[in-house]
């Protein structure tokens, strides 16, 4: 009985490790690929649920301190081996990771990594500027050990004092509904979600439906609950979750940018989990049996250390490569053979061997034994303690690390850009309520007093191209023309974007002092209908509408669709392709917008790719977002455009 119970669950996580991995490698096409971690939620509140269930009734009591110590011993040693081999290779290899490391080294021991990604601003989303990080997936360790630490807490309480079973399931269910409607109150939409996606309160419900089918649902009481007949419903149930499961998990429906995920999408999702697994524990029907096979218990029982390096071999992987976009089936192959072999040889060194604390100690001193007796015992720990003390030195070291000075400049440039930006359009907004008052007035006045009008609704800088005052003069090496930069003076501009127009847009307000600029990092093109929508509510969307977006992920053609109705016909929609090579989409989002072009006469496709993919003296490290020389050639390559296909000049 206890093997069946095994091998099916480690099915339902095998299913859980492929969405995963699918989801990392290749997020246009599995957008919700990531719901693999409510899989692990549920099936964490359910066996550690029914456990403690297990025990109150058949003893009466539940063994906490037994219960951290099979936790520590079977958790903490692939984990710790895990942060220090990953700190020993940004020791030697990639050291602009070094900052902050004794922090998330200490977070990830202490189980509050969450929280500090919460309060350290560190989007599960945004992989560009200071974010590539390959720690940032183990925010669920982090729920997990919160979990076991208070859990069992939890449960002495509900038994204590709600005591029916009834009565307990009703208070999971009810906590779990809570923390759902968290979730959907906290989410605001074209804000960051980290808060809500790294919240163990906004996380529970997962947790919290398997822990309510725990008491429903206890494992040592299914034999002989259900007939043959019963076997049949469960098989039809089975179907119906699994395909609802596998419609969510692979579909853009749930894309965490947007927002259904957050509005009762990923609760239906751990719904359809719970009902599943309580399926695949039952003793009748087909499911146990059907996941149960050599792939899918090769898979699950490998899930833990899948799970752990599948971000540190990424992240790792593609810093190495700068033209993943020209070779994504091959690198994607590569990255999952090597995430495979790196979880076998560690399942092998700390799941199928129990390190005790004698053994090491025997290990270490024969290690320094002299003379050196050479055997693959000595060998494999003096492997170990060279890992460790590199890792270590690392962690110990770190706080003298400053963040990488390229990387530095870049997140600073961004934020102090933030700051500005609600100054710099309000004061833009000013200008093009000024020049529209202007006009309207001129337009009845004789041509003489009409003249007058318009040379004094001028910028105090800008005048007629043959005889006036030349403005910013220093951008004309970036190869943009004084009639150009006069005649951008007026252009009117609703700007759209991501972290690289965010880095650039003080330059571009510089450049075009009537334009509305609304760009931050992690954005994605879903979003864009609902800001431009909200621009002509309140009657600021202009006649040229500028959108950089794609950076982040591909867009469809409906989004597109979406768009270009709210900008109508008579506005001009400008549109910035991309430069993000160590990404799958880049060729897809450029292709796409260039066939666009053929469908709506008023899409313009401005062609940064093809200006700057070959400079790379104009990017930072990420090879996507332009320092400060490509901040430069970024803006005035843009304004020239504009200008050039609105006609302005």
């Given amino acids: 009985m206890k093997k069946r119970y095994i091998t099916g669950y480690a099915g339902l996580r095998a299913l859980a490790v492929i969405g995963v991995i699918l989801y990392h490698l290749d997020p246009d096409h599995f957008g ?3 719901l693999g971690v409510p899989v692990f939620l549920v099936l964490t509140g359910y066996l550690i649920t029914d456990q403690i269930m297990a025990a109150y009734r058949n003893q009466g009591y539940f063994d906490i301190k037994s219960f951290y110590h099979r936790r520590f011993k079977r958790l903490y040693p692939p984990l710790i081996a895990m942060l220090w081999l990953t700190s020993a290779y940004i020791v030697l290899f990639q050291r602009n990771l070094l900052n902050k490391l004794y922090q998330i080294v200490a977070c990830n021991l202490l189980g509050v990594y969450n929280w500090w990604q919460i309060f350290n601003g560190q989007s599960y989303f945004e992989r560009f500027a200071n974010n590539e990080s390959p720690f940032t997936h183990l925010w669920t360790m982090a729920i997990d050990w919160q979990f076991y630490l208070l859990w069992p807490l939890v449960m002495a309480l509900l038994v204590k004092f709600a005591q029916k079973r009834r009565n307990i399931f009703w208070v999971l269910v009810g906590l779990s509904v809570l923390s759902a409607l968290e979730m959907a109150l906290l989410f605001r939409p074209g804000q960051d979600t980290s808060r809500i996606y790294y919240g163990t309160d906004t996380r529970f419900f997962s947790l919290g439906l398997g822990s309510a089918m725990a008491v429903l649902w206890p494992f040592e009481e299914l034999d002989n609950r259900f007939t043959q007949k019963d076997g049949v419903i469960l098989n039809w149930t089975g179907l119906a979750t699994l395909f609802g499961m596998l419609l969510l998990m692979f579909s853009p429906l749930m894309n965490a940018q947007t927002a259904f995920p957050y509005y009762g999408g990923m609760f239906i999702f751990s719904f359809f989990v719970t009902v599943f697994a309580a399926v695949i524990a039952s003793p009748v029907g087909i499911w146990n049996r059907l996941m149960t096979n050599p792939v899918f218990n090769w898979l699950g029982s490998r899930s833990y250390e899948i799970y752990l390096y599948q971000f540190p071999v990424m992240i790792f992987f593609e810093s190495r490569v700068s033209d993943l976009a020209d070779h994504v089936t091959l690198y ?48 494999k720990t003096a492997a170990f303690f060279l890992v460790f003390l590199i890792g270590s030195s690392g962690i110990i070291f770190s706080p003298l690390a400053k963040a990488d000075n390229k990387d530095g400049a870049l997140i600073k440039t961004i934020n102090d850009n933030s700051k500005q930006q609600a100054e710099m359009n309000k004061k833009a907004l000013e200008l093009i309520k000024s020049s529209r008052k202007a006009a309207k ?82 954005r994605q093109a879903d979003v864009a209908p609902q800001l431009l929508q909200s621009y002509a509510q309140k009657g600021e969307l202009q006649d040229n509408v500028l959108i950089g977006l794609g950076t982040n992920g591909p867009f469809t053609d409906d989004e597109v669709k979406q768009i270009m109705q709210i900008v109508g016909p008579k506005r001009q929609l400008f549109w910035i392709n991309v430069v993000v090579p160590t990404r799958s989409w880049q060729n897809q989002v450029n292709q796409q917008l260039q066939t666009l072009t053929k469908k709506y006469k008023n899409l313009t496709v401005i062609d940064w790719y093809g200006y700057a993919h070959s400079q790379s003296s104009w990017f930072y490290d990420d090879k996507t977002h332009p320092n400060n020389v490509g901040q430069n050639y970024y803006s005035t390559y843009i304004v020239k455009e504009m200008v050039r296909a609105s006609g302005s000049n």
Avoid: C
């Fill in 441 to 522: 007035k001129s337009s009845s006045k004789k041509s003489k007093q009409t003249s007058k009008a318009k040379t004094k609704t001028k910028s105090k800088t800008t005048k007629s191209k043959s005889g006036g005052k030349k403005v910013n003069q220093e951008f004309e090496k970036y190869g943009i023309s004084q009639a150009d930069l006069q005649a951008a003076q007026k252009l009117q501009v609703t700007a759209i974007g991501d972290s690289v127009m965010a880095s650039s847009s003080d330059i571009l307000h510089q450049l075009l002092p009537h334009a509305v600029i609304d760009a931050t990092v992690s």
């Fill in 32 to 34: 919700g690929g990531y």
């Fill in 332 to 379: 994607r192959v590569i990255e999952i053979v090597l995430i495979l072999l790196i979880s076998e040889i560690t399942y092998r060194l700390f799941e199928k061997r129990r390190y005790t604390s004698e053994g090491i100690r025997y290990n270490l001193t024969k290690l320094f034994q002299w003379p050196v007796k050479l055997s693959k015992n000595w060998l």
